[in-house]
T-cell receptor
Framework: GAVVSQHPSWVICKSGTSVKIECRSLDFQATTMFWYRQFPKQSLMLMATSNEGSKATYEQGVEKDKFLINHASLTLSTLTVTSAHPEDSSFYIC???????????FGPGTRLTVT | GENVEQHPSTLSVQEGDSAVIKCTYSDSASNYFPWYKQELGKRPQLIIDIRSNVGEKKDQRIAVTLNKTAKHFSLHITETQPEDSAVYFCAAGYYGNNRLAFGKGNQVVVIP
């Protein structure tokens, strides 16, 4: 149980375009979902906390107009990287917390490359 | 906000030996401390966690200890095996917002 999926697993886009990444909890309802960014051989950097039906809470230094987060249902959150630039290239991972537990379960991640 | 420090950054152990990773945290309000294992190119996987009302928790070859007074917690892996080779992240958080602060990670290498 507690499976989280992410789509796509990798994406290459051109500079200036937008990319949407989906995060789904497959076998549980997630009150809260989180979006992280991970650079090679580095830790997980929390970008934002997403609660179903409300606006996301962004961490300091994360541009909310660039990284649009929508948590439309208890099983789906999306991250849209708008006007992507090469410096946005990274590994983006989501996680979800079940309503009945405190643990966070991670998706497999999305490798974004902006050319 | 919460700040989590993790040491050492890299740990090499002989197969069969024990590995210990230590983390310290800064926010005394933190009451939830999970450990995640991340293999190369894969997602972090929750391997064990501990809450502040408990001092120690064990699951087969893995154990976690918590010292609230000193604000540190440690991961202990006994009888290490090659498949234990991975990056291990500690984290700290508290009830109310589920938000976690992660340490920088430890690369554990088990030498056969």
């Amino acid at each position: 149980g507690a499976v989280v999926s992410q789509h796509p697993s990798w994406v290459i886009c051109k500079s200036g375009t937008s990319v949407k990444i989906e995060c789904r909890s497959l076998d549980f309802q997630a009150t809260t979902m989180f979006w992280y960014r991970q650079f090679p051989k580095q830790s997980l950097m929390l970008m934002a906390t997403s609660n179903e039906g409300s606006k996301a809470t962004y961490e300091q230094g994360v541009e909310k107009d660039k990284f649009l987060i929508n948590h439309a249902s208890l099983t789906l959150s999306t991250l849209t990287v708008t006007s992507a630039h090469p410096e946005d290239s990274s590994f983006y991972i989501c996680s979800a917390s079940p309503e009945w537990a405190y643990e966070q379960y991670f998706g497999p991640g999305t490798r974004l490359t902006v050319t | 906000g919460e700040n989590v420090e993790q040491h050492p950054s890299t740990l090499s152990v002989q197969e069969g030996d024990s590995a210990v990773i230590k983390c310290t945290y800064s926010d005394s309000a933190s009451n939830y401390f999970p450990w995640y294992k991340q293999e190369l190119g894969k997602r972090p996987q929750l391997i064990i966690d501990i809450r502040s009302n408990v001092g120690e928790k064990k699951d087969q070859r893995i154990a976690v200890t918590l010292n609230k007074t000193a604000k540190h917690f440690s991961l202990h892996i006994t009888e290490t095996q090659p498949e234990d080779s991975a990056v291990y992240f500690c984290a700290a958080g508290y009830y109310g917002n589920n938000r976690l602060a992660f340490g920088k990670g430890n690369q554990v290498v088990v030498i056969p």
